[in-house]
């Protein structure tokens, strides 16, 4: 089924489960437009320490990535002095991507997962050709032209990389660092919804999200999204902000993200309420094992995670089976 028609039949069931709410609560006298969206302005949720409409959060976490985009990356080594480029290796580490994968960086911004992703594969491939030409230096001439086209059809497929992000400016920020790079094979760019991946099924063999998954507003449904996606067998990996687990480092890294980063968010971008937003939304997420457990209940399987400095992120994986 292509994934416009999937798309539409989904919205459609949720739109229906909507109304049956909103008819079971007694609203329903009304046009079926208006039910549906006085019950998306009836259902509250968060938008870091403010209690927002469900239907308002989207648009806001929209406006304030929209603010940040030009400055998106000069603040990511500000605020955490270079480390995230540290967790991002790390999670290229534990990913291992071999050459041929298939990447879906959902909520992927300005690019950075992708970029290491294609770097990696790359490096790989490399490793790999020059140690199949280091054993064949062994081999008679026989042998060399037998591998010769052996080695041609069993060349790798070419890895990709898809960046899908709900934000065109933080988009087009990643496109522009991709050109600067020399980056043009193997990568492209979509806008697309985490909740509403514009996607078919079984598409990807690992589904990335990094530090976007507390922006979305139904976590839930962003990873059942996931879910569908992925092929068989393939990897839901998550870096996230998370809960610090040594008390002291606790204290400290409160005191740095509300006393120090909405100034350099001021500083340096001429935002502070963005960066609020930023350390509060952290606040809000789920600790670890509460969002192991939501990540198990959308149906993964194989769930674990590690913390990364103390637990300021945590980096959580699982599989389709
Ligand atoms: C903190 S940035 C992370 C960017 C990038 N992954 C990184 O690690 O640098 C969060 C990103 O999530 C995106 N985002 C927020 N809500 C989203 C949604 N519902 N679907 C897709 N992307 C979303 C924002 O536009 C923003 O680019």
Request: proline share 3%; with cysteine; hydrophobic share 40%.
């Amino acid at each position: 089924m292509a994934a416009s028609v999937r798309l539409l039949v989904r919205r459609a069931i949720r739109v229906s489960h909507r109304d049956i709410t909103v008819s079971a609560a007694g609203v329903c006298g009304r046009s079926f437009c208006r039910c549906f969206s006085d019950a998306a302005q009836e259902r509250s949720t968060h938008f870091g320490f403010e209690t927002v409409p469900e239907a308002e959060k989207a648009d806001r976490v929209y406006k304030v990535f929209e603010n940040v985009a030009q400055k998106y990356d000069i603040m990511n080594d500000a605020m955490s002095l270079g480390i995230h480029r540290l967790w991002k290796d790390m999670l290229l580490h534990a990913m291992h991507p071999q050459p041929g994968a298939r990447l879906l960086d959902v909520a992927g911004g300005t690019g950075d997962i992708a970029f290491r992703f294609l770097e990696y594969v790359s490096s790989q491939q490399e490793r790999q050709q020059r140690r199949a030409a280091r054993s064949s230096q062994t081999l008679s001439w026989h042998d060399i032209s037998n591998n010769y086209s052996t080695v041609e059809a069993d060349r790798p497929r070419e890895s990709t990389a898809v960046v899908c992000d709900i934000n065109k400016e933080m988009l087009k920020v990643g496109k522009q660092k991709a050109d600067s790079m020399g980056i043009t094979t193997g990568l492209s760019w979509v806008v697309g919804d985490a909740e509403e991946l514009p996607f078919d099924d079984d598409q990807f063999d690992i589904y990335t999200i990094a530090f976007g998954i507390r922006n979305v507003t139904h976590i839930d449904q962003a990873l059942q999204e996931a879910l569908r996606v992925l092929k068989p067998g393939g990897r839901f990996m998550c870096l996230e902000f998370s809960k610090v687990t040594n008390p002291l480092l606790a204290r400290l890294y409160d005191v740095y993200s509300f006393q120090v980063i909405p100034v350099l968010g001021e500083v340096i971008a001429g935002d502070w309420k963005s960066y609020q937003y930023l350390v509060e939304s952290i606040r809000r997420f789920p600790d670890q094992e509460e969002f192991k457990s939501m990540i198990e209940d959308a149906g993964f399987y194989c769930v674990r995670y590690s913390n990364l400095t103390g637990g300021v992120v945590a980096l959580h994986s699982g599989f389709k089976l």
